[in-house]
């Protein structure tokens, strides 16, 4: 899948000076920045114009361009250079850009526009930025448009020193909230410490946008596991738009296709495609290793295999858990969950599907197509052993293969609302959760048939008469209809 967007160079204006003698003292410090850069004045009219990796670590001078606006204006190859390790924007405290090892202070970050224009960054080996804190001039910062080709980034106790590992940027403090536009990030990322938060593009973050935003990244690492963001939380962040490609391997926390753990914020027409393996315990998903917050994920799928070590694992989430409202609508998967059995906290769409006492959690309109491949699985949800508030409707599961013979869509063990639900696989009891067996897949090849007739085949779903339905916005689906991919920015 091409995942890159076509971008044209911007063209910015000449502008002719004309300058008195009396008033070039008061010039001189724009001239002198002016050297440091290919062109430019740092106005969003008339960026900064970085063409080398030297004036990429200039731009690092924060208490000068704090919230300045920069553009590439060519492609740059970092191999070699001394400031390929060195992570924009971390010090602000002292005044200069960053030259050697050293602690960390400050107590702001940037606040300016960064656009690569569709110019790559090649072969840095530590992230594009730093922690992110709350931009000195109170706009938070926006980068957009750059694609980062070779990255090889592993967390440096000497530079990285939060734990957290992420191809873009690691962490950041409440209130910094960045945005992501069009950002492709290509390579490795591994958290050698097995703590932290690890991400193909972010390990943690809190109150941000990120749309259409892509990494075809090998992740390895523990905490909170993804890949493309190890955390995403806070009720006004929102993804959409965005995949990751690459297989992620976790050693420790929740593990995701595409985001570890989800506690909050929105999730729109995302996907995942690589394998999730998790070494052993705690959770493990195609998409979400876990979902612990108010949240809504929407016109999702994951296609990779799920593998663990006695986790509670899932083709789509591992976990969905706690007292706030969570809601997944119109979603699916594909991929195989197999490995050590957890009780009957395996699923083909979701392992532990839990709540407390308060507030709902919601499955509606998605099904599973992945085999569940241990002896205590479910077809389609595990059992959290949550309070009577967790909905299943309008969902069906369609596999091969469940080993249990009498889980073909859930135990029933737990407090479990089904509604509308249909489940065609291996197993050949009756299913204790009242779900409706049907003979084989073709049944939902089909608009007539429940539960599908209620889904929106104009606009959400396809249906090709000859296979599962898809979401029409994916590009490797059918012709999507104009409008219905829905970009932020």
């Given at each position: 899948?091409?995942?890159?967007?076509?971008?044209?160079?911007?063209?910015?204006?000449?502008?002719?000076?004309?300058?008195?003698?009396?008033?070039?003292?008061?010039?001189?410090?724009?001239?002198?920045?002016?050297?440091?850069?290919?062109?430019?004045?740092?106005?969003?009219?008339?960026?900064?114009?970085?063409?080398?990796?030297?004036?990429?670590?200039?731009?690092?001078?924060?208490?000068?361009?704090?919230?300045?606006?920069?553009i590439l204006i060519n492609d740059i190859d970092c191999a070699g250079e001394p400031g390929s390790g060195y992570p924009l924007w971390p010090r602000a405290n002292q005044g200069g850009r960053q030259d050697?090892?050293?602690?960390?202070?400050?107590?702001?970050?940037?606040?300016?526009?960064?656009?690569?224009?569709?110019?790559?960054?090649?072969?840095?080996?530590?992230?594009?930025?730093?922690?992110?804190?709350?931009?000195?001039?109170?706009?938070?910062?926006?980068?957009?448009?750059?694609?980062?080709?070779?990255?090889?980034?592993?967390?440096?106790?000497?530079?990285?020193?939060?734990?957290?590992?992420?191809?873009?940027?690691?962490?950041?403090?409440?209130?910094?909230?960045?945005?992501?536009?069009?950002?492709?990030?290509?390579?490795?990322?591994?958290?050698?410490?097995?703590?932290?938060?690890?991400?193909?593009?972010?390990?943690?973050?809190?109150?941000?946008?990120?749309?259409?935003?892509?990494?075809?990244?090998?992740?390895?690492?523990?905490?909170?596991?993804?890949?493309?963001?190890?955390?995403?939380?806070?009720?006004?962040?929102?993804?959409?738009?965005?995949?990751?490609?690459?297989?992620?391997?976790?050693?420790?926390?929740?593990?995701?296709?595409?985001?570890?753990?989800?506690?909050?914020?929105?999730?729109?027409?995302?996907?995942?495609?690589?394998?999730?393996?998790?070494?052993?315990?705690?959770?493990?998903?195609?998409?979400?290793?876990?979902?612990?917050?108010?949240?809504?994920?929407?016109?999702?799928?994951?296609?990779?295999?799920?593998?663990?070590?006695?986790?509670?694992?899932?083709?789509?989430?591992?976990?969905?858990?706690?007292?706030?409202?969570?809601?997944?609508?119109?979603?699916?998967?594909?991929?195989?969950?197999?490995?050590?059995?957890?009780?009957?906290?395996?699923?083909?769409?979701?392992?532990?599907?839990?709540?407390?006492?308060?507030?709902?959690?919601?499955?509606?309109?998605?099904?599973?197509?992945?085999?569940?491949?241990?002896?205590?699985?479910?077809?389609?949800?595990?059992?959290?052993?949550?309070?009577?508030?967790?909905?299943?409707?309008?969902?069906?599961?369609?596999?091969?293969?469940?080993?249990?013979?009498?889980?073909?869509?859930?135990?029933?063990?737990?407090?479990?609302?089904?509604?509308?639900?249909?489940?065609?696989?291996?197993?050949?009891?009756?299913?204790?959760?009242?779900?409706?067996?049907?003979?084989?897949?073709?049944?939902?090849?089909?608009?007539?048939?429940?539960?599908?007739?209620?889904?929106?085949?104009?606009?959400?779903?396809?249906?090709?008469?000859?296979?599962?339905?898809?979401?029409?916005?994916?590009?490797?689906?059918?012709?999507?209809?104009?409008?219905?991919?829905?970009?932020?920015?």
């Amino acid at each position: 899948m091409n995942t890159q967007r076509a971008c044209k160079p911007m063209n910015t204006l000449g502008r002719t000076f004309t300058i008195m003698a009396t008033a070039l003292v008061v010039l001189l410090p724009m001239q002198s920045a002016l050297a440091q850069f290919a062109g430019g004045a740092g106005t969003v009219g008339d960026p900064w114009q970085i063409s080398n990796c030297s004036e990429l670590e200039e731009a690092d001078n924060l208490d000068t361009y704090y919230d300045d606006h920069f553009i590439l204006i060519n492609d740059i190859d970092c191999a070699g250079e001394p400031g390929s390790g060195y992570p924009l924007w971390p010090r602000a405290n002292q005044g200069g850009r960053q030259d050697g090892i050293g602690a960390f202070g400050g107590a702001y970050s940037f606040g300016g526009t960064f656009d690569g224009q569709g110019f790559s960054i090649a072969n840095r080996s530590q992230s594009f930025l730093n922690t992110q804190r709350p931009p000195k001039g109170g706009t938070p910062a926006v980068y957009r448009n750059i694609v980062f080709t070779n990255m090889f980034i592993t967390n440096h106790p000497l530079v990285q020193l939060t734990g957290y590992v992420g191809g873009v940027m690691p962490a950041m403090y409440t209130g910094a909230n960045p945005s992501f536009f069009n950002i492709h990030v290509h390579g490795i990322v591994s958290n050698m410490t097995g703590s932290g938060n690890t991400g193909g593009m972010i390990a943690n973050c809190s109150g941000v946008t990120i749309s259409n935003c892509s990494a075809n990244v090998a992740v390895y690492g523990g905490g909170s596991v993804g890949g493309l963001v190890g955390t995403l939380s806070g009720a006004s962040s929102v993804m959409t738009g965005s995949h990751a490609y690459g297989d992620v391997n976790g050693t420790a926390g929740t593990v995701g296709g595409l985001i570890g753990s989800l506690t909050g914020g929105s999730v729109y027409q995302c996907s995942a495609h690589g394998d999730v393996f998790r070494a052993s315990g705690e959770y493990v998903g195609g998409l979400i290793g876990g979902i612990s917050g108010a949240c809504t994920v929407r016109e999702c799928f994951a296609t990779g295999d799920v593998s663990h070590n006695t986790a509670q694992g899932g083709g789509f989430v591992g976990l969905t858990i706690g007292g706030q409202t969570v809601l997944i609508e119109d979603c699916y998967s594909t991929g195989d969950n197999s490995g050590s059995d957890n009780g009957d906290k395996n699923g083909g769409f979701v392992g532990s599907y839990a709540r407390t006492t308060t507030g709902k959690h919601v499955i509606n309109r998605c099904y599973s197509a992945g085999d569940v491949l241990m002896a205590s699985g479910n077809g389609f949800v595990g059992n959290g052993g949550g309070a009577n508030g967790n909905y299943v409707s309008n969902s069906f599961v369609s596999a091969t293969t469940v080993l249990s013979s009498t889980r073909g869509f859930s135990s029933g063990l737990q407090a479990l609302n089904v509604v509308n639900c249909f489940w065609t696989n291996s197993a050949s009891g009756v299913d204790a959760s009242g779900a409706t067996k049907v003979s084989n897949e073709s049944y939902f090849y089909d608009t007539a048939n429940a539960p599908v007739d209620g889904w929106n085949s104009t606009t959400i779903w396809c249906f090709t008469g000859d296979a599962l339905p898809c979401l029409r916005w994916d590009e490797d689906c059918c012709p999507p209809p104009k409008g219905s991919v829905v970009w932020f920015e």
